[in-house]
């Protein structure tokens, strides 16, 4: 049997771990999810589910990581009892996981685009309003919709031929210091700007009027989506690492550089948007559109929109090569292919199935899954923000709680091995009970409340059959 690869240090797998969580959903979906659901309203919700929801899901990913040895598609094999079916699940983690790069690949384009685009030069110096229609353009054009898709699958899956060691660690550690490096000197240069005392007030003062239904469900999911959990990401590199420390520790160190880079992407966002007079509730575009107006209006724009949109590709990249490295791990256990094989295929296949979010703005814009607004990557991402994370989170969770499944005292005793911060007994009510309960209500409460339709939704509509 192949022996399992492993990472070469415990910096390391802080880093690819935070590397994985910290991605587009921290630097592209949270700041604008933040501006369109009330600003610090928002932030403050979200920093309450990220401990008290994602971390405790966090330290159950990697714990069922490391005790199986094995990818999110064969750990339940390796901890089930005899007959039972949680291994079901197993199956829709890798289906969640392609799903997620299926679109994620396509952003992650748009941002090489706009890197490359600013280092030419191509996106200062010209009008407020052709900066504005820059970003239509790009969707609209297909050769750069897939060619630039295409370069991020290429790349990603180049970097992982060599390896966990070799390529996937050793690559992501240098992005990640150098991310972190770069938001540092763009948020101190934020808060230079003259609109910096309205946009941190914006961005970090709790405005509780705002706070409803939407404003929650969205923090919950968007805690979710930024640290990847319910699709096994953790599992995985919990599946890399030895016995030495204990898994709460580790947790909290990767919680707090994702949310030491969302709250920094906002603090270099939300001071430019209140200088130059853009909308923060800007929506998906916020990042884009906002961020080339800022830059097209400040001196030296073309080397901070190079620098800022830098960071932004590396903080995609890392999430890409953790993902990918999932679905090349599950692909792996599951037909026994050699890591290059597996490159080339799920490459291949990967190109393939991101091909229609690449085309959905442009050649089948007509297809709209939702409102009248909606795209094939809003179905991709409906589904896997608010169906298989969370759904997938509940069985992790359910899992490692139940006398049916993994059970608590096995859970806690791996969690706890080794040095660091350990789970304490009296927090079992809580992971137990507590935990799973709000997250099926907040699951269930999400989708009753999804827009399906221009002003139709569940919930709408079982109201008004009474």
């Known amino acids: 049997m192949e022996q399992r690869e492993r990472l070469g240090s415990r910096l390391g797998f802080i880093l690819l771990s935070a590397g994985c969580a910290i991605g587009v959903g921290n630097v592209w979906k949270f700041p604008w999810m933040a501006g369109s659901h009330g600003g610090g309203a928002f932030v403050l919700v979200y920093f309450f589910f990220l401990f008290m929801l994602g971390l405790p899901v966090m330290v159950m990913e990697f714990s069922l990581g490391r005790a199986s040895q094995a990818s999110p598609v064969r750990l339940y094999q390796k901890l089930q009892k005899p007959g039972q079916k949680w291994h079901i699940h197993g199956y829709f983690s890798l289906i969640a996981n392609i799903l997620l790069v299926m679109f994620y690949t396509s952003v992650t384009g748009w941002i090489l685009y706009y890197f490359i685009s600013f280092v030419k030069g191509d996106m200062t110096g010209i009008s407020n ?8 353009s790009m969707q609209q054009n297909p050769a750069i919709m897939l060619g630039f898709m295409a370069i991020v699958v290429v790349l990603g899956f180049i970097i992982l031929s060599f390896g966990v060691q070799k390529g996937l660690e050793r690559v992501t550690k240098y992005m990640m210091i150098v991310l972190l490096a770069l938001m ?38 968007q805690a979710f989506f930024t640290l990847s959990l319910g699709a096994g990401s953790m599992a995985i590199f919990g599946s890399y690492i030895g016995k030495e420390r204990s898994l709460l520790g580790e947790s909290i160190n990767i919680l707090f550089l994702d949310t030491f880079v969302a709250i920094t992407a906002g603090l270099i966002i939300f001071p430019a948007c209140f200088t130059f007079d853009v909308e923060p509730t800007a929506g998906p575009k916020l990042l884009f559109v906002a961020m080339a107006k800022v830059f097209n209006n400040m001196a030296g724009g073309r080397w901070w929109g190079s620098l800022f949109f830098l960071f932004m590709f590396f903080a995609a990249m890392s999430t890409i090569i953790a993902v990918f490295e999932n679905i090349l791990a599950s692909i792996k256990e599951l037909t026994g292919w050699s890591r290059i094989k597996t490159c080339v295929i799920s490459g291949v296949a990967i190109l393939i199935l991101a091909t229609p979010c690449a085309l959905g703005f442009n050649l089948w814009s007509g297809f709209t899954p939702f409102t009248s607004t909606s795209s094939v990557m809003d179905l991709e991402d409906f589904l896997v923000s608010n169906v298989l994370l969370p759904a997938g989170s509940i069985c992790y969770v359910l899992f490692c709680v139940s006398k049916k499944g993994w059970g608590f005292d096995n859970f806690i005793l791996e969690a706890n091995t080794g040095k660091g911060l350990k789970l304490k007994k009296w927090m079992k009510p809580y992971l137990t009970f507590v935990l799973p309960t709000v997250i099926i209500f907040i699951f269930i409460y999400g989708l009753g409340n999804f827009e399906f339709r221009d002003n139709f939704t569940i919930l709408n509509w079982f109201k008004n059959l009474f």
């Open 129 to 136: 309003e052709a900066s504005a229609q820059l970003f239509d």
């Open 184 to 221: 540092v000197v763009l948020a101190v240069n934020s808060f230079t700007l003259e609109g910096a005392k309205e946009g941190l007030t914006f961005y970090l003062k709790p405005d509780l009027s705002k706070l409803n239904g939407k404003v929650v469900v969205g923090a919950m999911n």
